[in-house]
């Protein structure tokens, strides 16, 4: 099997590379397990710096970053640089914080337990392998890397097939960082050969980002082999907007929203539930908007959506939407597959959506939007609700009430009232119902890959 980077924006095969065969993934798996046993014992603050000087590399070669992941799965230039950006970003909080997220806590009174002294020690578990999606390359990997290596973990990644070169250059960056050899290693393998890696009893534990079906493969091998797993998976999140909202500040939020990384982000609103007091002036605004969006050349600095990264991913979109037509769903914008190279899709706003239509439960991984009409914030509730994810909702009302009656009632790992829907390194991230379970950010995130072990000292 080969591994190959595709330009999404022509259809062209920019290279190809074979997947390592059995004696190169042994290699690697046992050079992550021996560069374990040195990196649990270094300091915070040696693994600060070479985690500094990653993100400082990083920040040198933004543009080259860019341009590679622009050039093999699509994203516009402007989001790669400020995907990029954030990666640095993310590797220098975690530089600072790594050490106080991970200090001892002692219990107050340890003498309730009969000890002297008693407290949490956090360490890290080992190899982590990282089986990572396409659609944000490098900020899916480093939110993962970034806590994983601070905590002393050792990581290897299999990337998605059609991302190879950011795979290899995210290898390079750690490398040039100063991290020693085995540290960090991109396996260019195929997902047939996730399971012998995962089953190795040096890989200590995984974390995927992906599908329900990739997510349900890899639990359920790690559940096997009783290892410790974190999943992040689909969603099709609530964007619901209530008579108070501020409804220009929704409508450019809700754009932003569905049609940010072309339509290819888990937590991209999906479903925009609008109360009936304000239904008409939003559908209005938002069908103009995602209209008057610019389509095409990601490369090109002026273009707001670029194409979608897999020629099977376009197909899954169109079906979805001929499904919803076909039921009866009304295309106030978009709909029709452009003809020409490239797997381009324009922004879409479908209304009239039943249950009967299958974009009802699925997700949908591309720029098209649902409209749902309520009449209440309970209905609301319920529609946003009904879905088997849940991963970062949106709520629009300046109403007190409502405000706590969204962030109580809204399933899902995140609830964001009057904002975009957004991950950063400060906040947890992660989902709920079949978008996944475990953290990623924040101090729960660099803990998912630790022992709390328990320390009682008498
Ligand atoms: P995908 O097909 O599940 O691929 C993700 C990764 O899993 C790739 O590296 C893929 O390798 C690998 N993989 C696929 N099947 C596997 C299996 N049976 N065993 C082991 N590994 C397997 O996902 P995608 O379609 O590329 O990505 C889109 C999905 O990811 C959407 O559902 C999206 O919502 C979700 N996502 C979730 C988050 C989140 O944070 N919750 C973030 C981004 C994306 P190959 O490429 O070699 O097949």
Redesign the pocket.
């Known amino acids: 099997m080969t591994v190959a980077s595709v330009n999404p924006a022509t259809g062209e095969t920019l290279k190809t590379f074979p997947s390592l065969t059995s004696d190169e993934i042994e290699e690697r798996v046992a050079l992550a397990h021996r560069a374990f046993r040195d990196q649990r014992r270094t300091t915070f603050a040696t693994r600060a710096a070479w985690m500094t000087a990653t993100a400082d590399v990083l920040d040198s070669r933004r543009e080259d970053v860019a341009r590679v992941m622009t050039a093999e799965m699509g994203k516009t230039i402007v989001s790669a640089r400020a995907e990029a950006a954030k990666c640095a970003r993310t590797m220098r909080f975690y530089a600072e914080h790594a050490e106080g997220f991970l200090a001892d806590e002692p219990l107050a009174d340890p003498s309730a337990v009969g000890a002297k002294a008693a407290m949490i020690r956090w360490q890290p578990l080992g190899v982590v392998l990282a ?6 390359p490098l900020w ?1 990997v480093v939110r993962f890397a970034a806590p994983a290596l601070m905590a002393g973990n050792t990581g290897l990644l ?5 991302v190879p070169q950011t795979a290899l250059l995210l290898d390079e960056l750690f490398r040039e960082g100063g991290f020693p050899e085995g540290c960090f290693q991109a396996l260019l393998i ?2 047939g050969q ?2 012998g890696v995962l089953r190795d009893p040096r890989v200590a534990a995984a974390t ?8 349900r ?2 639990a359920a091998i790690a559940g096997d082999e009783v290892k410790k797993t974190v999943l ?4 099709s999140d609530a964007f619901v907007v209530m008579p108070s909202a501020d409804l220009e500040a929704a409508v450019a939020t809700a754009v932003t929203g569905r049609v940010q990384n072309n339509g ?4 991209a609103a999906k479903r925009f539930i609008v109360h009936d007091a304000v239904f008409d002036a939003f559908a209005e605004a938002f069908t103009a908007r995602m209209r008057g969006l610019r389509v095409g050349d990601p490369a090109d600095e002026a273009t707001d959506v670029g194409p979608l990264a897999t020629e099977s ?1 376009r197909e899954d979109v169109v079906e979805l939407v001929d499904d919803a037509v076909r039921a009866g769903a009304t295309v106030l914008c978009g709909g029709e597959t452009p003809d020409g190279p490239g797997w381009f899709y324009p922004p879409t706003v479908l209304d009239g959506i039943t249950s009967e239509m299958r974009i009802h439960t699925e ?1 949908v ?1 591309g720029p098209v939007a649902q409209l749902y009409r309520v009449s209440t914030a309970d209905e609301a509730i319920g529609i946003a609700n009904a879905t088997s994810f849940g ?1 970062g909702a949106a709520a629009w009302t300046t109403d007190a009430d409502e405000k706590e009656l969204f962030v109580n009632e809204l399933e899902a790992g995140a609830v964001f009232v009057n904002g975009l829907v957004a991950s950063s390194p400060q906040l947890p ?1 992660g ?1 709920i119902k079949r ?2 379970y475990g953290r990623e950010l924040s101090a729960l995130g660099i803990r998912e890959f630790c022992n709390a072990k328990t320390v009682w000292v008498s």
């Not at 089986?131 to 944000?136: D, E, K, R, Y």
């Not at 299999?158 to 059609?162: E, G």
């Open positions: 089986v990572m999606p396409w659609n944000f899916q299999k990337h998605a097939s059609n195929g997902s996730v399971e995927l980002t992906g599908s329900e079906a990739a997510g493969s890899v992040e998976l689909g969603g290819q982000s888990c937590i991913g997700e991984f991963l991230f989902g978008s996944g």
